[in-house]
């Protein structure tokens, strides 16, 4: 019910014309997150609930460029497990950023803008 609501918040101001610029999300997960990756118990599938159902909603804003989980090795603390590009707002992106379940579970999300390069596209 909070996330839904705070969807529905996110896309009310999203709504209102801005420029766009890209920005990467990228998602540090927790010891505990990452471990749930190969779960195959009710945990593991809930784990990749989650992350389905906050992609559909990312992709539900037409503002996803691309994205991917990624390889995980070792580690002992927040790993940087995946990320999401976005043409946005930095506003938006920090909001679309805190939705993620990385975010509610201990872990982190880092909204980076990108930095333009001379003679190449974003």
Do not use: C, K
Request: hydrophobic share 50%.
């Amino acid at each position: 019910m909070i996330r839904t609501t705070l969807f529905a918040a996110a896309l009310t101001a999203m709504s209102v014309p801005a420029l766009a610029d890209p920005f990467t999300l990228f998602i540090h997960e927790s010891p505990a997150d990452i471990a749930l990756r190969s779960d195959m118990t009710e945990a593991g599938a809930a784990y990749w609930a989650l992350w389905a159902a906050y992609s559909a909603m990312l992709g539900e804003t037409g503002m996803v460029r691309g994205g991917a989980p990624l390889v995980v090795s070792g580690g002992d603390g927040n790993t940087i497990s995946g990320y999401f590009i976005l043409e946005t707002t930095q506003a938006e992106a920090e909001a679309l950023a805190a939705l993620a379940p990385a975010a509610t579970r201990g872990g982190r999300v880092a909204v980076v803008p990108h930095y333009p390069m001379p003679g190449m596209s974003n």
